[in-house]
T-cell receptor, first 117, second 110 residues
Framework: EPEVTQTPSHQVTQMGQEVILRCVPI?????FYWYRQILGQKVEFLVS????????KSEIFDDQFSVERPDGSNFTLKIRSTKLEDSAMYFC???????????????FGPGTRLTVL | QKEVEQNSGPLSVPEGAIASLNCTYS??????FFWYRQYSGKSPELIMS????GDKEDGRFTAQLNKASQYVSLLIRDSQPSDSATYLC??????????FGTGTRLTVIP
């Protein structure tokens, strides 16, 4: 069964460093998302991406964050200058379509645990 | 601010019993509703989606939606210890971004 994959599974970085989190969405999906979950808190939307541009972003997704689809398979989240409060699980998700019964279902990758020291 | 509210639990039920999980949401234009299961340290795993008022059954799981009351629920019949997890209610509207509740932690006691 197709699945979303993410690398690395765990990333440790020093405050102020740049990190890139990588995702490979399900191959026939057109919509891609990043979410984060701080330990013990709820899953929060960061950004959605379609047709090589950002569709929507949350207040969390400030100028320190960027997303890119550098090729036909990868979808990346970059954090330019990490802060302690960026420590969280970051989940990538993808869906086939929007506003279509079942096709708008988002499937999540296993996540990347980011630890900022 | 779009809110999704869930009772955080923990909810404990004996093996074989019915577990009932509830969720309310604030955005009246919400169109799609999802239940995800999340084991500790893992990612959300889809259990069910529901789009129209009424009940939707899939195996031991039944989702119920009442848009007038802005309420969605999940029933788990014949609960098993492997069902012990946190259950996340998620709601989307317009741009398809998911808004999650804080989750209800379910423990099924053997």
């Amino acid at each position: 069964e197709p699945e979303v994959t993410q690398t690395p599974s765990h990333q440790v970085t020093q405050m102020g460093q740049e990190v890139i989190l990588r995702c490979v969405p399900i191959s026939n999906h057109l919509y891609f998302y990043w979410y984060r979950q701080i330990l013990g808190q709820k899953v929060e939307f960061l950004v959605s991406f379609y047709n090589n541009e950002i569709s929507e972003k949350s207040e969390i997704f400030d100028d320190q964050f960027s997303v890119e689809r550098p090729d036909g398979s990868n979808f990346t989240l970059k954090i330019r200058s990490t802060k302690l409060e960026d420590s969280a699980m970051y989940f990538c998700a993808s869906s086939e379509a929007l506003h279509t019964v079942s096709a708008d279902t988002q499937y999540f990758g296993p996540g990347t645990r980011l630890t900022v020291l | 601010q779009k809110e999704v509210e869930q009772n955080s639990g923990p909810l404990s039920v004996p093996e074989g019993a019915i577990a009932s999980l509830n969720c309310t949401y604030s955005d009246r234009v919400s169109q799609s509703f999802f239940w995800y299961r999340q084991y500790s340290g893992k990612s959300p795993e889809l259990i069910m989606s529901i789009y129209s008022n009424g009940d939707k059954e899939d195996g031991r799981f039944t989702a119920q939606l009442n848009k007038a009351s802005q309420y969605v629920s999940l029933l788990i019949r014949d609960s098993q210890p492997s069902d012990s997890a946190t259950y996340l209610c998620a709601v989307s509207s317009g741009a398809n971004n998911l808004f999650f509740g804080t989750g209800t932690r379910l423990t099924v006691i053997p």
